[in-house]
């Protein structure tokens, strides 16, 4: 799109290796992707797939599921910690510019430690020997964002990776771009409901990841946030095509075939661009 690049995470649930992904992003319009991160995964392969084609390979998501032991003693975050620095020498030796990182994962816990810091100033201080900045994004755990954002508040390999339906769910709609926004380097663009219990429990199950202009989003107000920080970046997408148990609103999706689903992912895509690129 004229003045913006737009991006597509490749995400399991497209039934398709990655490389077969990127191939259908390329053929839809998208510019570039990002990609999960497992051991031994191939990202050498997945960058020369991306050079060849001239798509940008914007970032590597790091692994997330045990994030919450970085705030633990150090025999419990080792694991972490040497996942996440295998993680960033692919990101590294391929010359991916951003990780993101979550600060933690879990609803129960509310307390960021001193410990917790210096396990991720390990990773931290090797990204920037490496040249790698390190985008974190906002889930839940507000308060382990807001720990390391403050505590590497004027390193400039940490930045913040702004996601739009999260902070409708995981944040309760507060306005996360006016927190971070001059630290914005990376986007997660997907619509969302908000938060479903009555009485305002949080769950994973709330995080939808529509297309942009199926949820409650306001789209026009979301731009202007990252036009208002001078957001010059590719708007990158974070979708789902499938519903979470129990919840059906992803279900319109599932029945698509992937050709269907990404034509028309790219077409919302646009049409967020379209207000990026407006007056």
Not at 4 to 27: A, P, S
Not at 94 to 108: E, L, R
Not at 147 to 170: I, T
Not at 253 to 276: E, W
């Amino acid at each position: 799109m004229y003045k913006v690049k737009l991006c597509l995470g490749t995400n399991g649930q497209f039934g398709l290796k990655d490389e077969e992904q990127i191939l259908l992003f390329h053929k839809f319009g998208f510019d570039g992707f990002f990609t999960g991160w497992k051991k031994g995964q191939n990202i050498k392969k997945i960058k020369g797939l991306a050079d060849s084609i001239n798509m940008i390979y914007q970032s590597i998501h790091a692994p997330y599921l045990n994030m919450d032991l970085m705030w633990e003693n150090h025999e419990e975050a080792k694991g972490v910690i040497d996942e996440m620095l295998e993680c960033l020498y692919d990101c590294a030796s391929n010359k991916i510019q951003v990780m993101v990182m979550h600060a933690f994962i879990g609803f129960d816990k509310h307390t960021p430690n001193k410990r917790g810091i210096e396990h991720f100033r390990i990773i931290i201080n090797e990204a920037k020997r490496l040249g790698v900045k390190i985008a974190f994004e906002n889930t839940e755990g507000e308060e382990y964002l807001e720990a390391l954002m403050d505590s590497f508040k004027d390193n400039e390999y940490v930045g913040f990776c702004y996601d739009s339906g999260h902070e409708l769910c995981y944040n309760r709609g507060k306005d996360m771009i006016s927190l971070y926004g001059e630290r914005l380097i990376a986007t997660h663009l997907n619509d969302n409901l908000g938060v479903k219990d009555f009485n305002g429990n949080i769950t994973y199950l709330d995080d939808l990841h529509l297309l942009p202009f199926d949820g409650i989003a306001n789209w026009e107000n979301i731009v202007a946030r990252l036009k208002k920080v001078n957001f010059n970046g590719p708007l990158t997408f974070e979708l789902n095509k499938l519903s979470k148990p129990g919840r059906h609103e992803n279900d319109e999706y599932t029945k698509m075939d992937i050709n269907k689903y990404l034509a028309k992912a790219y077409a919302r895509a646009c049409k967020v661009g379209a207000l990026f690129t407006s007056s």
